[in-house]
C-alpha cells in the first residue's frame, strides 16, 4: 500500500485496542462512549454464557482472541453493549445440531457478562434480565426443532415455571419459513450471499455447497448407497460442464475419477435444482 494512501488508516496495537485501562484510559472511555462490540461465537447456553473457542470434548477449534476484552469492556464503558451473533444450528456428521444449549461447558463468556445475542431467527437482549428471562428470550431465536428439549431442561433445572408455553411465534422459527419470508426479496436481486464481494467465482460457490451436500449425504452407510445410486442415474448435462471443468472432471481418465465424476455431476445438479426451487 502506498505511504499516502497508508495514511487514511490510524493503526494501534491489540494492547491499546483490545484493552480500556492502562496509558490514556481516559482518552479511550472518552472516544468509546456507546460503543457496539461484535463477535462471533459458536454456542451459547440456556443462561447467556458464551462457548466460543473449545468444544465439549475439549478440543480447541479457535483462539479466543480479544473476544473476552470486548465483551468485558461493553460491560465497563457508559451505555456500550455487547453483541454476540452465531447461527442457531449447525450441521455435522450427518445431523443437524443446536447451537443454543442448556449447559455451557468451556464457557469463553462467562453468563454474568450476557448482553445481546444475534441468530438469524431474531435478537435476544439479555442485559440485567432474570435467569427465567434470559431462557425465554433464547427460545425466541432458536430453531424450533430443539425448543421443546430446551425448555424440557429449563424446567428441569427450575429456571422456567412448569406452566411457560413456547410463544406461538417462536415455533415458526424454521430455514423453510426464512426462506419463504426472503423469497420475494431475493427475486429482486437482494440478499445476496457474498455482500460484500467475493473472489469465488459463481461455478465455485455452487461447488462448495455441492461437496458439504455431498458430505452430509454420505455419513452414513444409508446415504452413501442412496447417493452412489442416484449418481449413476444422473444424465449428461450441459450446465454441468463448467462445475466439472473447474474440478478438472470434464474428461475422467480412469475408474476413480469416473466415479468422482459422477458424485460431483449429482451434488452439483442437486444444488441447482435447490436454487431454482428458493427462487421461485
Known amino acids: 500500500m502506498p505511504p499516502e494512501e497508508r495514511r487514511h488508516f490510524a ?4 494492547s491499546f485496542i483490545n484493552e480500556l485501562y492502562g496509558p490514556e484510559s481516559e482518552l479511550k472511555i472518552a472516544q468509546r462512549r456507546n460503543a457496539r462490540f461484535i463477535n462471533t461465537t459458536m454456542m ?8 466460543s473457542d473449545t468444544l465439549v470434548d475439549g478440543k480447541v477449534v479457535s483462539g479466543v482472541g480479544g473476544q473476552y476484552n470486548f465483551v468485558a469492556m461493553a460491560h465497563a464503558l457508559p451505555g456500550a453493549r455487547s ?18 444449549v442448556w449447559n455451557a461447558i468451556n464457557a469463553t463468556i462467562p453468563r454474568h457478562l450476557r448482553d445481546i445475542v444475534v441468530t438469524e431467527y431474531g435478537i435476544a437482549n439479555l442485559r440485567g434480565r432474570t435467569d427465567a428471562e434470559v ?15 430446551f425448555v424440557a431442561d429449563a424446567k428441569h433445572a427450575g429456571k422456567l415455571p412448569l406452566t411457560y408455553r413456547i ?7 424454521t430455514p423453510a419459513r426464512l426462506e419463504e419470508e426472503l423469497a420475494p426479496y431475493r427475486a429482486q436481486g437482494l440478499f445476496d450471499e457474498t455482500p460484500f464481494g467475493t473472489e469465488f467465482t459463481a461455478e465455485e460457490l455452487v461447488l462448495g455447497k455441492a461437496l458439504r451436500y455431498l458430505e452430509r449425504r454420505t455419513h ?13 442415474k444422473t ?3 450441459p450446465r454441468l460442464k463448467p462445475f466439472l471443468e473447474r474440478m478438472q472432471l470434464d474428461r475422467p481418465r480412469n475408474v476413480q475419477e469416473r466415479t468422482q465424476r459422477a458424485l460431483v455431476a449429482f451434488s452439483v445438479a ?8 428458493r427462487r421461485r
Open 11 to 14: 493503526m494501534r496495537g491489540i
Open 44 to 51: 451459547v447456553s440456556g443462561l447467556g454464557a458464551a462457548i
Open 83 to 100: 453483541i454476540l451473533c452465531l447461527r442457531s444450528t449447525r450441521e455435522a456428521r450427518g445431523g443437524i445440531t443446536s447451537n443454543i
Open 135 to 149: 431462557v425465554q428470550a433464547l427460545v425466541n431465536v432458536m430453531d424450533a426443532r430443539f425448543q421443546e428439549r
Open 167 to 173: 410463544p406461538d411465534p417462536a415455533r415458526t422459527n
Open 220 to 232: 452414513t452407510l444409508f446415504g452413501k448407497l442412496y447417493v452412489g445410486s442416484q449418481a449413476l
Open 235 to 237: 444424465a449428461d448435462d
Open 270 to 277: 442437486e444444488m441447482l435444482g435447490l436454487e431454482r426451487a
